[in-house]
Nanobody
Framework: QVQLVESGGGLVQAGGSLRLTCAASGSIFSIINMGWYRQAPGKQRELVAS???????NYVDSVKGRFTISRDNAKNMVYLQMNSLKPEDTAVYYCQSFLRPTWRERAQDYWGQGTQVTVSS
């Protein structure tokens, strides 16, 4: 079984910072990429940032220059440093990983349970 566990969410004032952490554990053969998604009330889940095992990153335009994704391959962890937070960043943030659980299995998506980020104005 693969588990993704997020931490680091909370309430912060506009302009503040938060750091999200996600740890992947369980049966993991290889991780292809990891990422962060978010879902605000009444909106669809959207990709915030992703990072490959080689370190290539991708960001949604609205967070470029403010958020930084990084990962520790040895620990199967991914981080999201969020600076200059805005009220519109308020959402539940989900950790995602596209990985192979064993050498026999195909890669598939796994998700964390989500962590709430609330930015007050």
């Amino acid at each position: 079984q693969v588990q993704l566990v997020e931490s680091g969410g909370g309430l912060v004032q506009a302009g503040g910072s938060l750091r999200l952490t996600c740890a992947a554990s369980g049966s993991i053969f290889s991780i292809i990429n990891m990422g962060w998604y978010r879902q605000a009330p009444g909106k669809q889940r959207e990709l915030v940032a992703s990072i490959t095992s080689a370190g290539s990153t991708n960001y949604v335009d609205s967070v470029k220059g403010r958020f930084t994704i990084s990962r520790d391959n040895a620990k199967n962890m991914v981080y999201l440093q969020m600076n200059s937070l805005k009220p519109e960043d308020t959402a539940v943030y989900y950790c995602q990983s596209f990985l192979r659980p064993t050498w026999r299995e195909r890669a598939q998506d796994y998700w964390g349970q989500g962590t709430q980020v609330t930015v007050s104005s």
